[in-house]
């Protein structure tokens, strides 16, 4: 199957700065990226969808000015933390959508990436 | 979006064959039938995906009833390794929302 990587694994950061997470589709093109997060033994949750060369759509109770994303191309997409805190440290999971058909598409998911804020 | 409810967890042991059922009753005709593994600090594992009937790779079997309001994930001879957190997911051509999952613990 396609393979979606993140960057990086891990991150330990100091309280009020910014962190940045890379999630590349390594052998398909994506249009649209996905934005997770995951606190300890919960479920995924959906923070935000981005389609290369748009905004993206942040869902409701997600804060677009302190989780920022960039679609720049078919194959990248950056999650950026701004001013963190300890409350943001969590696991946080991109997935990617294989450009195909419409009712035949595939989502793939990155290892993902866990941030720790002191 | 159709919502999934499926049990919270699941014990099984090694050998057994697991069957994890998950309703969807208001599944819309264009929907998509996903089951997705995941372990521990890792990210969401595909496993199967079907829309109606009988689908079989070589890790699961997904079997959809007629009115496809349910849907049951089978797990041939499970071992220790299959122990992870199991989602349902129904999708069309949207964003995936996961529900709470299905934690199943296989024991020796």
């Known amino acids: 199957g396609a393979v979606v990587s993140q960057h990086p694994s891990w991150v330990i950061c100091k309280s009020g700065t910014s962190v940045k997470i890379e999630c590349r589709s390594l052998d398909f093109q994506a249009t649209t990226m996905f934005w997770y997060r995951q606190f300890p033994k919960q479920s995924l949750m959906l923070m935000a969808t981005?389609?290369?060369?748009?905004?993206?759509?942040?869902e409701q109770g997600v804060e677009k000015d302190k989780f920022l994303i960039n679609h720049a191309s078919l194959t990248l997409s950056t999650l950026t933390v701004t001013s963190a805190h300890p409350e943001d440290s969590s696991f946080y999971i991109c997935s990617a959508r294989e450009h195909r058909l419409k009712e035949a598409y595939e989502q793939y998911f990155g290892p993902g990436t866990r941030l720790t804020v002191t | 979006l159709a919502k999934t409810t499926q049990p919270i967890s699941m014990d099984s042991y090694e050998g057994q064959e697991v069957n994890i059922t998950c309703s969807h009753n208001?599944?819309?005709?264009?929907?998509?039938i996903t089951w997705y593994q995941q372990f521990p600090s890792q990210g969401p594992r595909f496993i199967i995906q079907g829309y109606k009937t009988k689908v079989t790779n070589e890790v699961a079997s997904l079997f959809i009833p007629a009115d496809r309001k349910s849907s049951t994930l089978s797990l041939p001879r499970v071992s220790l390794s299959d122990t992870a957190v199991y989602y349902c997911l129904v999708r069309g051509y949207n964003k995936l929302i996961f529900g709470a999952g299905t934690r199943l613990a296989v024991h020796p």
């Open positions: 208001n599944i819309a005709t264009n929907d998509y």
């Open positions: 981005s389609n290369e060369g748009s905004k993206a759509t942040y």
